[in-house]
């Protein structure tokens, strides 16, 4: 089976978002989204991007990697706007954990 977290962290005020520095806990998949605690939606700011291959998955190895997401991997309209709110969602289709994670961003 499939196991996805997801965490809406509160920045402290409304900022642009440049990059993303995400530490891994064993996650295969991290999308990112963002929104206003002002209202509306949450909109794609990194669509879903690999943390470890199916191989690294299935073996274990190197669940705790920073993977680094500058402004060429984000989408452009939401990056040049300001949000207060982050929705980071993970997953880890390769293999059965308990709950997949992911530490700092």
Known sequence: GVSDLGAVP???GSRPIHSLHIGNDGSAFVEVLVGS???GGFQV???TAALMSPSESRAGAEPRR???FGPE???RGPAQLTWD???VVLSQPYC???SPGGAGY
């Open 10 to 12: 509160q920045l402290g």
């Open 37 to 39: 605690s002002a209202g």
């Open 45 to 47: 700011l990194l669509p």
């Open 66 to 68: 920073v993977r680094l």
């Open 73 to 75: 991997a984000l989408v």
């Open 85 to 87: 709110r982050l929705q």
């Open 96 to 98: 059965q954990v308990s």
